[in-house]
Nanobody, 124 residues
Framework: QLQASGGGLVQAGESLRLSCKAS????????VGWFRQAPGKEREFVAA????????YYSDSVKGRFTISRDRAKNTVDLQMNSLKSEDTAVYYC???????????????????WGQGTLVTVSS
């Protein structure tokens, strides 16, 4: 089971930190990804990390502003979001893909487990 937390309402330019925690499961050969879905839009890839070697992947829209990281001790994956923009407003989901190849890591359909989502609202 995955649980995403940390969403909220912030002003443009501010920061938020989201956290994804797995219960009843440890990440091993998994990739953990963050996706987001804005009203009326399709779910889109934000960032992902391979648990075993910390390889990082970002969408072009967040590269340089967002940072994904893992904490082995806590079994969590965090998404640090800086310089937030109004277009970052969305429900953010964390998800796990088991043994995913790199070419598929940005595709939501490849992910096996999903958390419930946390709402991020950025006001301009």
């Amino acid at each position: 089971q995955l649980q995403a937390s940390g969403g909220g309402l912030v002003q443009a330019g501010e920061s938020l930190r989201l956290s994804c925690k797995a219960s009843g499961r440890t990440f091993s050969n998994d990739a953990v990804g963050w996706f987001r879905q804005a009203p009326g839009k399709e779910r889109e890839f934000v960032a992902a990390i391979r648990w075993h070697d910390s390889s990082l992947y970002y969408s072009d829209s967040v590269k340089g502003r967002f940072t994904i990281s893992r904490d082995r001790a806590k079994n969590t994956v965090d998404l640090q979001m800086n310089s937030l923009k109004s277009e970052d407003t969305a429900v953010y989901y964390c998800a796990v893909a088991v043994r995913v190849i790199t070419s598929s890591i940005r595709h939501a359909r490849r992910y096996d487990y999903w958390g419930q989502g946390t709402l991020v609202t950025v006001s301009s």
